[in-house]
């Protein structure tokens, strides 16, 4: 099984917010790219003073092949600028 573990800091403690991952699709269908997912956060329209640190995790195995060794993981961040990292 091929599998992501995110260890994810974020505002909140008010109401239960959720993280998802989604599976970007190419541009250029056909083309050598790796497999893109970005870090979906939705904190219901409340931000509050705590930190909370909690770990996700996300089946891959549907959506990277086999031959595949490396994926990227992009994010927006609060500041607006966009993370992005490729993870082996």
Same mark, same amino acid.
């Given at each position: #099984?091929? /599998?992501? $573990?995110?260890?994810?800091? &974020?505002? *909140? =403690?008010?109401? !239960?917010?959720?993280?998802?991952?989604? &599976? #970007?699709?190419?541009?250029? @269908? *056909?083309?050598?790219? $790796? @497999?893109?997912? +970005?870090? /979906?956060? %939705? =904190?219901? *329209?409340?931000?509050? !003073?705590?930190? $909370?640190?909690?770990?996700? /995790?996300? %089946?891959?195995? @549907?959506?990277?092949? %086999?031959? +595949?060794? !490396?994926?990227?993981?992009?994010?927006?961040?609060?500041? *607006? +600028?966009?993370? =992005? !990292? $490729?993870? +082996?």
């Amino acid at each position: #099984m091929k /599998r992501a $573990i995110l260890i994810l800091s &974020y505002s *909140g =403690s008010c109401k !239960e917010h959720s993280v998802d991952l989604a &599976y #970007m699709h190419q541009w250029n @269908p *056909g083309s050598n790219d $790796i @497999p893109t997912f +970005e870090i /979906r956060h %939705d =904190s219901k *329209g409340v931000l509050c !003073e705590a930190l $909370i640190t909690k770990e996700f /995790r996300f %089946d891959l195995t @549907p959506l990277i092949s %086999d031959d +595949e060794t !490396e994926f990227v993981l992009t994010a927006k961040l609060n500041d *607006g +600028e966009t993370y =992005s !990292e $490729i993870f +082996e």
